[in-house]
T-cell receptor, first 112, second 116 residues
Framework: GQQLNQSPQSMFIQEGEDVSMNCTSSSIFNTWLWYKQEPGEGPVLLIALYKAGELTSNGRLTAQFGITRKDSFLNISASIPSDVGIYFCAGHSTSGTYKYIFGTGTRLKVLA | GAVVSQHPSRVICKSGTSVKIECRSLDFQATTMFWYRQFPKQSLMLMATSNEGSKATYEQGVEKDKFLINHASLTLSTLTVTSAHPEDSSFYIC????????????FGPGTRLLVL
């Protein structure tokens, strides 16, 4: 099925470092969602964005809805070991049938 | 956030048997639920959209007679993998569309299916 381009694919960082990942699409989206998935579990919603330019924080996480409505980024500040996991973006457009398109995921590993 | 449950969390079955997976929204009503399949180290692939009171909408390449979906109430959708084969082994995850407040989507914890 259709997917968003998400980068980077994977990251190895030192504890305490900041992390940035982004998603881009060829289509305009009206909603962007960011999820974290740990092994053997379902994705957990981190941040939801509904308006172009919107900047939203959830603790050490900050995400923005791009002005062009075709991209979004997620930043994690001062990473800690429990940030390890796979981060997915998901975009939704109101055109056509309702469904979310998922990014390919960013696998994050934090070295203590 | 809203809670979505899935049952069972893992199942092992023999080839040729059918397996039913339940997805429930515990604290909100979901007119729309989604079923995804995820292979190791890959993203989620949408299989079908489950609509309460009507037929499910399947994605291209997903056999509707193989993966039966029933959404009989506003809080329950079921996915039945019929005549399962080893290639059906995967991680199946449901999600529910929450229209309470601003619209979003919450996922269940997933069901690991192993077909021997």
């Amino acid at each position: 099925g259709q997917q968003l381009n998400q980068s980077p694919q994977s990251m190895f960082i030192q504890e305490g470092e900041d992390v940035s990942m982004n998603c881009t699409s060829s289509s305009i989206f009206n909603t962007w969602l960011w999820y974290k998935q740990e092994p053997g579990e379902g994705p957990v919603l981190l941040i939801a964005l509904y308006k172009a330019g919107e900047l939203t924080s959830n603790g050490r996480l900050t995400a923005q809805f791009g002005i062009t409505r075709k991209d979004s980024f997620l930043n994690i500040s001062a990473s800690i070991p429990s940030d390890v996991g796979i981060y997915f973006c998901a975009g939704h457009s109101t055109s056509g049938t309702y469904k979310y398109i998922f990014g390919t995921g960013t696998r994050l590993k934090v070295l203590a | 956030g809203a809670v979505v449950s899935q049952h069972p969390s893992r199942v092992i079955c023999k080839s040729g048997t059918s397996v039913k997976i339940e997805c429930r929204s515990l604290d909100f009503q979901a007119t729309t639920m989604f079923w995804y399949r995820q292979f190791p180290k890959q993203s989620l692939m949408l299989m079908a959209t489950s609509n309460e009171g009507s037929k499910a909408t399947y994605e291209q390449g997903v056999e509707k007679d193989k993966f039966l979906i029933n959404h009989a109430s506003l809080t329950l959708s079921t996915l039945t993998v019929t005549s399962a084969h080893p290639e059906d082994s995967s991680f199946y995850i449901c999600s529910a569309r929450d229209l309470t407040g601003r619209e979003t989507q919450y996922f269940g914890p997933g069901t690991r299916l192993l077909v021997l």
